[in-house]
């Protein structure tokens, strides 16, 4: 099946409603926006909804290297109730995200690595009970390819995440 997808980005200099100390700490806001004619869940490759899905959010991106980040995913099917779990399965959602990227050096080099908690609200919005919290640790470490090739760079990486149903769902511990 043929994934079509539309991506806007919007990058702002100036935080609105914060304080000058606030802002300068906190100078990037993206709003991004992608229309898929399916949603598969990152992470999991479960399949959570069959029809076309709009996915937008904002991130605002801190000097520090915290981030902070709002997403909403909506069925486009005509046939349901936003909202709705009977009508719409898992294609309606909000998610609230906090994460920190940052490196350390060693003697064999610098290692990257992100840490990352998220809360996502699920299908039927009148509930908790099937939403899930998401914890999330991941190493990498940058090398760029040898030779002719130099210009090319490649991450290997490791993550362990953990994800907290919180009635509906398992917790499984993915790494």
């Known amino acids: 099946m043929r994934t079509w997808t539309i991506r806007a980005g919007l990058t702002l200099m100036v935080v609105p409603g914060w304080g000058n100390a606030a802002a300068a700490a906190c100078n990037s806001t993206t709003v991004y926006a992608t229309v898929l004619n399916r949603y598969l ?9 069959d ?3 709009f996915q937008g959010g904002a991130t605002l991106n801190c000097d520090s290297g915290w981030w902070f980040d709002l997403f909403n995913s909506s069925g486009l099917s005509t046939d349901g109730t936003y909202g709705n779990l009977a009508e719409r399965q898992y294609a ?8 920190r990227n940052s490196e350390f050096n060693t003697g064999i080099g610098a290692f990257q690595y992100q840490i990352f908690a998220s809360y996502y609200v699920l299908a039927d919005f009148d509930r908790a009970s099937d939403d ?7 190493l990498s470490r940058a090398f760029k390819l040898p030779g002719s090739l130099n210009n090319i760079t490649i991450a290997p990486f490791v993550r362990v995440m953990e994800l907290v149903g919180l009635g509906v769902s398992r917790d499984p511990t993915i790494i």
């Open 132 to 138: 899930i919290i998401e914890l999330r640790v991941e």
């Open 92 to 99: 309606d959602e909000f998610d609230f995200t906090v994460a």
């Open 51 to 53: 029809d076309p899905v």
């Open 41 to 49: 869940y990152q992470d999991t490759a479960f399949m959570g909804y």
